[in-house]
């Protein structure tokens, strides 16, 4: 793209510590003919384009969420149909948006400069028509004010004529870090219809029926000047009455999801533009007559295909499988984000762990490939990366550098390469990843006074050093003593966990690329952090712990030999079992706690943590009526009292599970095994996977002494049944039977 458009701020002042009304940007333009026309956008910002009073369809939220400074998307838009022969008018609004709204749990303001800005060129029939500079109009004095991502929105439908024009401020700002958007857009998906409700404290609610995220579209006939005031929330308290105490806590006070809307004589239409929230009830102010279908809920997320689907004998786990599809849609948005509500950052851990279901339930190789580029965007000289992408703060943050987080570089390149069999993203992050690796490896040169037992040629190969959240919002643990300990002690167990696995995955990736040596050092860096973890944690091939993370963990990261995993895993399913069939995983295992049973010989024991209905467990959410899925394990109370975010999809990553083991779709680097583990606790279950093979379908079925299964697979694949027959089969539909005692 050979831009000539200048960038123009339509603020004339520059005052940070103070909040803006939307700014309003014009011009008026001829054109002779209109196709075939090219509307280049991007802000500093959130914008909007209206010509001649018609909004511009394909993105919303655009330019969307990157680490600007170093990459900012521009859309191209179509847009022959919205223009005339003739004079034409365009209207551009800016909003705040991530640029400089709020952002993350701390509510930053202005994280990647204080002014917004707008950059846009039109070309018509190979020929520059109209670009941004000097001669457009620019105004705060329209209908939209004060926005926010995280505040939300004010509307005065009275002031749709735009008044006060002025000058515009051109700006500086190059165009090195411009790119055409190469991912999908946020659209407008699903809708759901609004019942009124009355709370138990006489509110009226607008009940949306599933948490989701995104924003109302009403319709209303109105005085001029009556008001309607939304405020959204995910959940009820524990009395049936409107909250936002779950997110909105002494730390997120200003977490409000408000909007302020001011109607105009007769009809009014309207939803917001410049954010988004998280949400399933809405609570509404208005002296106007409503009856609850003038509001209508719209979720937005990326335009990716859903790919996946699933469906058991046990309504609940189908519960647990829908509700972890809306979790991951209200957070797909550009990038995967931790929550919709509280903090909209895109956590590096959070997207690691659920990789492997995400991936069986939309076609979200694009999503992940971006976020890639945005963490990689943050990573310091030293190879220390941020443990949120895109994160516009200066100065690093406590858990930058945090093992099992900023770990997602090399985690994520590396299961999309085995799933896709598209080594794009290690290409790209190899660099990126190797850097990282080896601060990580040199952070630990130093070991503290406390290991210094350890044999000294295995302390520099010990991850003692650096801030982490370890196994976080484990069952049972105090968060701040949890933390207070890690820094004072480290948090060795996870960092030299994840440093080894790290460095085996990358030692695979450099194979395959072709550079042996740097193969050669990762699996040797690999080996000998594994000999450290091994001598600080394992005795005799034997972990002990009461902690059920400590045995999921070097069973999942391969810290352990088969025999050691095994013998590890049975005692892992004693402890399970002794706890009441409970699990108590945080953060890092619970994604892998049914697999490393699964696999090593205790699918039993996976099933009963499966459907467990009591807390800790997947299901209790489900049974309290939850519609997503919760932050903690105690998301919603046992008195019903909500706490956390309940839209977090981290402890969904258990429907890979369903897939992957359950069903047995295993689909690495091109080939397809299907290995089911069919439980008659189940009765029967199927998967489909729309994988980039093409439909892979797995099916079992409890019908008296027998299972019957039915498999579809799109290319030659090999199936492996529960008694250990093996078949090697071709393109089709293939069905067993196998009798059970
Ligand atoms: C987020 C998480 C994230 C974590 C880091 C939280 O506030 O919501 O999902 O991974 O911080 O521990």
Redesign the pocket.
């Known amino acids: 793209m050979n831009w000539t458009a200048k960038w123009i701020n339509p603020e004339l002042t520059v005052t940070p510590d103070e909040r803006k009304r939307a700014g309003y940007l014009r011009r008026v333009f001829t054109v002779d003919t209109t196709r075939p026309a090219k509307l280049c956008v991007t802000a500093h910002g959130i914008y909007d384009v209206y010509i001649n009073g018609v909004r511009v369809d394909g993105y919303l939220l655009a330019p969307g969420i990157s680490q600007y400074n170093k990459r900012l998307a521009y859309q191209v838009y179509d847009v022959c149909d919205y223009l005339n022969a003739g004079e034409n008018e365009i209207i551009i609004t800016l909003g705040d948006g991530w640029y400089r709204g709020s952002m993350g749990?701390d509510m930053t303001v202005n994280t990647f400069g204080t002014d917004i800005a707008l950059l846009c060129q039109l070309e018509i029939d190979g020929k520059t028509i109209l670009i941004s500079d000097e001669n457009w109009e620019a105004s705060q004095n329209g209908a939209l004010g004060l926005n926010d991502m995280m505040k939300g929105e004010e509307y005065d439908a009275g002031k749709e004529t735009v008044t006060d024009w002025h000058s515009v401020t051109v700006e500086n700002f190059g165009f090195e870090n411009l790119f055409e958007q190469d991912y999908p857009p946020i659209k407008a998906h699903e809708t759901f219809k609004a019942e009124l409700i009355t709370a138990a404290n006489g509110d009226s609610l607008l009940d949306f029926g599933q948490n989701f995220a995104g924003y109302v579209e009403f319709e209303v006939n109105a005085k001029a000047g009556q008001q309607i005031l939304l405020q959204h929330g995910e959940t009820l308290d524990a009395d049936g009455n409107f909250t936002v105490s779950n997110f909105q806590n002494p730390r997120h006070p200003h977490c409000e999801q408000k909007i302020v809307y001011i109607c105009k004589d007769g009809a009014n239409r309207y939803h917001p533009t410049k954010c988004y929230f998280g949400f399933r009830y809405v609570k509404i102010e208005t002296d106007i007559e409503i009856t609850g279908t003038e509001f209508t809920g719209i979720a937005i997320y990326s335009d990716m295909p859903q790919v996946g689907s699933f469906t058991c004998g046990n309504e609940s786990v189908n519960k647990l499988f829908h509700n972890t599809l809306w979790s991951m849609k209200s957070n797909f948005l550009d990038i995967p984000t931790?929550?919709p509500t509280?903090?909209k950052?895109g956590?590096?851990?959070?997207c690691q762990i659920f990789i492997d279901t995400a991936m069986f339930l939309m076609d979200c190789f694009s999503v992940y490939r971006k976020w890639l580029l945005e963490e990689q965007s943050t990573q310091y000289s030293n190879g220390l990366l941020k443990?949120?992408a895109p994160d516009g703060r200066k100065e690093p943050h406590f858990?930058d550098g945090?093992a099992g987080?900023c770990d997602a570089v090399e985690i994520v390149p590396y299961k999309l390469w085995r799933r896709y069999n598209d080594d794009g993203a290690i290409r790209e992050n190899y660099d990126c990843i190797t850097k990282w690796l080896n601060f990580y490896l040199d952070r630990n040169k130093t070991t503290r006074d406390e290991y210094k037992w350890l044999p000294e040629n295995l302390q520099p190969y010990f991850a003692d050093q650096g801030l982490h959240?370890g196994e976080?919002?484990e069952p049972g643990t105090d968060v701040m003593a949890y933390m207070t300990n890690i820094g004072m002690h480290g948090e060795p167990e996870v960092a030299t966990a994840y440093l080894s696995y790290g460095y085996g995955l990358a030692a695979e990736m450099a194979k395959h690329l072709g550079k042996t040596d740097d193969a050669e050092f990762f699996g040797n860096a690999a080996e000998k952090t594994k000999l450290a973890y091994r001598a600080a944690f394992v005795t005799d091939g034997i972990i002990e712990s009461e902690r059920q993370c400590r045995y999921v963990r070097p069973i999942a990261l391969n810290l352990l030999a088969e025999d050691e995993k095994r013998a590890n895993a049975a005692i892992l399913a004693r402890k399970i079992s002794e706890n009441g069939y409970k699990l108590n995983t945080g953060?890092l295992s619970t994604s892998e706690l049914c697999r490393v049973l699964t696999d090593y010989g205790q699918a039993e024991t996976a099933y009963r943590l499966l459907l467990q209905t009591d807390m800790p467990g997947w299901l209790y959410s489900v049974e309290k009526g939850a519609t997503t899925i919760p932050?903690q394990w105690d998301g919603i109370g046992m008195d019903g009292t909500p706490s956390g975010?309940h839209n977090?999809y981290?402890y969904g990553a258990i429907v890979g599970w369903l897939f992957d083991r359950v069903c047995g779709i295993r689909l690495e680097w091109g080939r397809v095994h299907i290995k089911p583990y069919p439980h008659r606790l189940l009765r029967h279950a199927k998967a489909n996977y729309k994988s980039p093979l093409g439909e892979i379908s797995s099916a079992w079925k409890y019908d008296g002494n027998k299972v019957k299964f039915e498999f579809s697979v799109p290319q030659n694949a090999k199936i492996t049944l529960p008694n250990g027959e093996s078949y090697d089969v071709t393109a089709g539909r293939h069905k067993y039977q196998i009798n059970i005692t």
């Not at 956590?347 to 959070?350: A, I, L, Q, R, V």
Request: hydrophobic letters at 40%; one cysteine or more.
């Open positions: 749990n931790d929550c509280r903090e950052h956590f590096s851990g959070d443990q949120v858990c945090a987080w959240w976080w919002l953060f932050e975010s977090h981290a």
